[in-house]
């Protein structure tokens, strides 16, 4: 059972360069949820995707766009990445009981930490 | 807009001694989901409890506790009897139930917990 899977784990990256984040869950969930990890800041959401096709953006969206490219996959793309960035990046999911997922708790996956040089 | 306040940064405590972890919500929602997790060094965030805004019963599992107190809007996190391996970061969440089909969970910054010998 693989629950939420994030790729890479580690990555450095120069000033400007872009990369994109790859989570994937196997959990039949709807919804899912990017998080960045800062020291001092807890978990700020950068966007999330109520099922496949919808994205919104959460608490920290500047700099970052992301693409539900199925019900499983949830992808988050740095486009010109900058030393804020730095950080450790989680990838989160959660059923939907009936139309609503406030209820049930996400499941996240191990982290990616990004360093950006 | 929803916020969670956990005002301890760190804690310190030898082995066997009871702590209590403190988390503190705003939410204009009636309707409302309380959660806790922990992040242990190895970095994966585990799940540890939710509680709905319409049960206020303390919920105990072993050495864990949880009071819930909708008039101080807090819902603390009690360990009894600490042990080394309870050594985390802890954070307590918020999910509102929201308008849409995958409402936010919203994270305090977390209370780092040492626990040694």
């Known amino acids: 059972n693989a629950g939420v899977t994030q790729t890479p784990k580690f990555q450095v990256l120069k000033t400007g360069q872009s990369m994109t984040l790859q989570c994937a869950q196997d959990m039949n969930h709807n919804s899912m949820y990017w998080y960045r990890q800062d020291p001092g800041m807890g978990l700020r959401l950068i966007y999330y995707s109520a099922s496949e096709g919808t994205t919104d953006k959460g608490e920290v969206p500047n700099g970052y766009n992301v693409s539900r490219l199925n019900k499983r996959e949830f992808s988050l793309r740095l486009e010109s990445a900058a030393p804020s960035q730095t950080s450790v990046y989680f990838c989160a999911s959660r059923t939907n009981r009936g139309a609503l997922s406030y209820n049930s708790p996400l499941h996240f996956g191990n982290g990616t930490r990004l360093t950006v040089t | ?117």
Not at chain 2, 79 to 89: C, E, G, Y
Request: with cysteine; net charge negative; charged share 20%.
């Open chain 2, 1 to 117: 807009a929803q916020k969670v306040t956990q005002a301890q940064t760190e804690i310190s405590v030898v082995e066997k001694e009871d702590v209590t972890l403190d988390c503190v919500y705003e939410t204009r929602d009636t309707t409302y989901y309380l959660f806790w997790y922990k992040q242990p060094p190895s970095g994966e965030l585990v799940f540890l409890i939710r509680r709905n805004s319409f049960d206020e019963q303390n919920e105990i599992s072993g050495r864990y506790s949880w009071n819930f107190q909708k008039s101080t809007s807090s819902f603390n996190f009690t360990i009894t009897a600490s042990q080394v391996v309870d050594s985390a970061v802890y954070f307590c969440a918020l999910s509102e139930a929201g308008t849409g089909t995958a409402s936010k969970l919203t994270f305090g910054t977390g209370t780092r917990l040492q626990v040694t010998l």
